[in-house]
């Protein structure tokens, strides 16, 4: 592979260096943390998801910016965003807070074989971690082809979980991958867009299920204090 340009970007103790690269199959980003140890951990992304990890920097950032009383989870977390733009790799970002302070965890996950991989930015590196993506999505990325037709992602926070709805596409056809994250675990399903018709369909099949009983007994007792009263009509003396 061929290095096209390179950034390295200091933020307190750790120093990050974002690469631009080439290989035949065409150009992408890696991104790697070094630590005060030496220890060095990497993210890949295609340039059209570089573009759109850099926008939701912007997100996390203008968040971050108006923190006061942040409401967090029992594992910390204060936000998550999600990113999948093809099926190869999918990201995860969560804006989280320990004793050292706020950072946002980028975890990256190839599900074909099931690795992990990840590293964390001080909060307040965001912005310049984004600018520097800026400069080189502009000089290198052809990131204006994103398919806005495509709907948006949605999330769903059930308790201390997380629900992630995002569709995609790949030389299948189209899909809507549902992930669900809590502390330390995620897992994911994939929907082929012929079955989202069937798949709400029993969905709200259960809850009907579900909701049924309460509307029967409410419909049993109406139809109850009616017969009693058919039935014990009031008597009137006649002399």
Same mark, same amino acid.
């Given at each position: 592979?061929?290095?096209?340009?390179?950034?390295?970007?200091?933020?307190?103790?750790?120093?990050?260096?974002?690469?631009?690269?080439?290989?035949?199959?065409?150009? $992408?980003?890696?991104?790697?943390?070094? #630590?005060?140890?030496?220890?060095?951990?990497?993210?890949?992304?295609?340039?059209?998801?570089?573009?759109?990890? =850099?926008?939701?920097?912007?997100?996390?950032?203008?968040?971050?910016?108006?923190?006061?009383?942040?409401?967090?989870?029992?594992?910390?977390?204060?936000?998550?965003?999600?990113?999948?733009? #093809?099926?190869? =790799?999918?990201?995860?970002?969560?804006?989280?807070?320990?004793?050292?302070?706020?950072?946002? =965890?980028?975890? %990256?996950?190839?599900?074909?074989?099931?690795?992990?991989?990840?590293?964390?930015?001080?909060?307040?590196?965001?912005?310049?971690?984004? #600018?520097?993506?800026?400069?080189?999505?502009?000089?290198?990325?052809?990131?204006?082809?994103?398919?806005?037709?495509?709907?948006?992602?949605?999330?769903?926070?059930?308790?201390?979980?997380?629900?992630?709805?995002?569709?995609?596409?790949?030389?299948?056809?189209?899909? %809507?991958?549902?992930?669900?994250?809590?502390?330390?675990?995620?897992?994911?399903?994939?929907?082929?867009?012929?079955?989202?018709?069937? $798949?709400?369909?029993?969905?709200?099949? $259960?809850?009907?299920?579900?909701?049924?009983?309460?509307?029967?007994?409410?419909?049993?007792?109406?139809?109850?204090?009616?017969?009693?009263?058919?039935?014990?009509?009031?008597?009137?003396?006649?002399?």
């Amino acid at each position: 592979e061929e290095e096209l340009a390179s950034k390295t970007i200091q933020i307190q103790s750790k120093r990050f260096y974002i690469d631009v690269k080439q290989n035949k199959r065409g150009r $992408f980003i890696k991104m790697a943390e070094v #630590d005060v140890s030496g220890r060095k951990k990497r993210l890949v992304f295609s340039m059209a998801t570089a573009s759109v990890f =850099r926008d939701k920097l912007s997100i996390f950032a203008d968040y971050y910016t108006g923190l006061e009383h942040p409401e967090m989870d029992d594992t910390g977390t204060l936000k998550s965003e999600f990113i999948n733009k #093809d099926e190869r =790799r999918f990201y995860y970002l969560d804006l989280k807070e320990n004793s050292r302070g706020r950072y946002l =965890r980028v975890a %990256m996950t190839i599900p074909l074989s099931r690795q992990r991989f990840q590293i964390g930015i001080p909060a307040q590196g965001m912005i310049e971690i984004r #600018d520097s993506l800026t400069e080189l999505l502009k000089e290198f990325g052809d990131y204006t082809c994103d398919d806005s037709s495509m709907p948006g992602a949605r999330q769903l926070k059930v308790d201390n979980k997380m629900f992630y709805f995002d569709i995609g596409q790949n030389k299948r056809g189209t899909y %809507m991958r549902i992930s669900e994250v809590r502390s330390n675990f995620r897992t994911a399903i994939t929907i082929p867009e012929k079955s989202w018709v069937k $798949f709400r369909n029993i969905v709200a099949d $259960f809850s009907d299920d579900l909701s049924a009983p309460t509307t029967a007994t409410s419909s049993n007792k109406l139809d109850k204090e009616v017969k009693v009263k058919v039935e014990s009509p009031e008597v009137i003396a006649v002399n």
